[in-house]
């Protein structure tokens, strides 16, 4: 199965994207993530204010059966979230890299953004995580 | 790692486009269009289920009654032929072995519906606890496939399809006829609350039941149905599961399950704890509870009282896609389970409030 993977973004090995904006990285989750939760119905996002490490738990997205926590692509402080997909977390399902988005941060030091993968890089390591999984 | 059984309709599921998970030692679907959409699918119109993982096990003999009201806590003497009851199985200390459905074929033939992860369990313990009765039990599990047909388009889907009467068959009712050209068992029993029927088939039918119906019942809007809903499904009609709101540890007084044990029938395996704690009352017991504030509570966040204090866990919860809240079934202290209760649920270290409700959740038309 093949997931949409905009080029323009940089990935978490948990599924995140961030989206370099001038001063500011917009953060979600991919359409990998999405389509693997299943229906999402709620989620919890980090007041504004909050500074957050790379790799830092920023929040939970739960779907009908699962929870999983979510993890910040880069450091910063959250300057804004999405109330939007707090109300109607499908949204979220529905375009995960556009109105799904979840919260855009203040851009500290971008070089951490040399950490994550880029679109090709995150591409291949869907094929392995796929491939691990139907190994025996 | 041992290896996952499949059931006879793995390729269908595959086909289908379902997404396959391990499951008490079998590859199942958890789901195909998605939880939301199965369950509410299930709801409106119609969901086909493979349950063909759940184990058969046959008991037969002239004592096959007397050897059952021994291992079971309802009374299978109750019933008439080609009538079904629902029951748990307990150990002495009252703590349960399983929860089954027992169908009476004859007054020497009883199938026993048990679940997936307690077949061998289950037929060990039988076995066992049946020495001093006339009685032969087998395990049969691997001569059934099972297809559950459930939602209010259920007999308007199967009726062009077979010689049973369906609107005749009622709750807890089954007969042995046809499905187009195969012999099929069809029982109107489920674990959705909806109308519907389950089906006990040759393991060599059932692609062939599987695809008619959900060609046939296409324009109905069927769907097939995963794991994940067949979950959600019960858990709005609050149906125990086992491993959940069941135990080795849990017995079914606790559980809620009182109208299922029947202690004038006489003595059985847990008779004298199950007896004992009816007359004492249990010091903790299952309560339904719906949250009012935001939240999914899932099992094992613990309940609180007002003072913060833990009196219980959640054993089963979920967002549920009927009500759109999130709702659970939780163990507590018994002095928190009137309905009304403002309680709270612990969730990543945060308390939510949510309140003991009546159930079922979720009342079906």
Not at chain 2, 112 to 122: G, H, Y
Not at chain 2, 243 to 248: A, D, I, N, V
Not at chain 2, 301 to 311: C, F, R, V
């Amino acid at each position: 199965m093949s997931y949409e993977i905009p080029d323009d973004l940089f990935y978490t090995k948990e599924h995140e994207w961030a989206r370099r904006e001038g001063d500011f990285v917009v953060v979600g989750i991919s359409a990998y993530a999405q389509e693997s939760l299943g229906d999402i119905v709620f989620i919890e996002l980090p007041k504004i204010g909050e500074e957050l490490s790379q790799n830092d738990t920023f929040g939970v997205v739960e779907s009908v059966k699962a929870v999983s926590d979510l993890f910040s692509p880069i450091s910063g402080k959250v300057v804004e979230t999405n109330g939007t997909v707090t109300e109607t977390p499908e949204l979220i399902n529905q375009d995960p890299y556009g109105e799904g988005w979840l919260i855009k941060l203040t851009m500290g030091d971008d070089s951490e953004l040399h950490n994550l993968m880029n679109a090709t890089e995150y591409e291949e390591y869907l094929g392995q995580e796929a491939k691990e999984a139907t190994e025996p | 790692m041992s290896t996952l059984k499949r059931t006879p309709l793995f390729e269908a599921h595959k086909e289908g486009g379902a997404r396959l998970v391990p499951f008490a030692g079998w590859e199942m679907p958890v789901s195909y269009s998605g939880v939301m959409d199965e369950h509410l699918t299930v709801r409106k119109s119609a969901g086909l289920f493979d349950v063909s993982h759940m184990g058969e096990i046959l008991i037969r003999g002239e004592e096959a009654e007397r050897c059952l009201n021994f291992l079971l806590t309802n009374d299978v003497s109750r019933l008439t032929d080609k009538k079904a009851l629902y029951t748990v199985s307990c150990y002495k200390d009252g703590g349960s072995v399983d929860d089954l459905i027992v169908y009476k074929v004859s007054k020497s033939e009883y199938l026993l519906c048990v679940n997936a992860s307690n077949v061998e369990k289950d037929f060990e313990w039988f076995k066992e606890n049946s020495r001093n009765f006339n009685v032969a039990i087998t395990n049969e599990s691997d001569n059934f496939a099972q297809i559950a047909l459930q939602g209010p388009k259920s007999d308007e889907i199967l009726q062009p399809l077979t010689n049973i009467d369906l609107a005749s068959l009622t709750s807890f009712y089954f007969n042995y006829g046809k499905i187009g050209s195969c012999e099929a068992m069809i029982a109107r029993t489920g674990y959705t609350g909806e109308r519907g029927v389950e089906l006990y088939l040759a393991p060599k039918d059932a692609i062939y039941v599987w695809h008619l119906l959900l060609e046939k019942g296409g324009a109905l809007g069927i769907k097939p149905i995963g794991l994940g809903a067949r979950d959600t499904l019960r858990l709005e009609m609050a149906y125990p599961l086992y491993g959940h709101e069941l135990s080795k540890t849990i017995s079914p007084i606790e559980a809620n399950l009182g109208w299922v044990v029947k202690l004038k029938k006489g003595s059985f395996i847990g008779s004298d704890t199950l007896r004992e704690q009816v007359e004492k009352g249990t010091k903790r017991g299952l309560i339904g509870l719906e949250m009012i504030e935001k939240g999914i509570p899932r099992e094992g966040y613990p309940i609180l009282d007002s003072n913060g204090k833990k009196i219980g866990a959640v054993t089963s919860g979920t967002f549920s896609p009927s009500l759109n809240i999130g709702i659970a079934l939780a163990l507590v202290d018994s002095r928190f389970k009137d309905v009304g209760t403002e309680i709270s649920v612990e969730i990543r270290g945060k308390s939510a409030k949510a309140r003991v409700v009546q159930t079922p959740f979720y009342k079906p038309n």
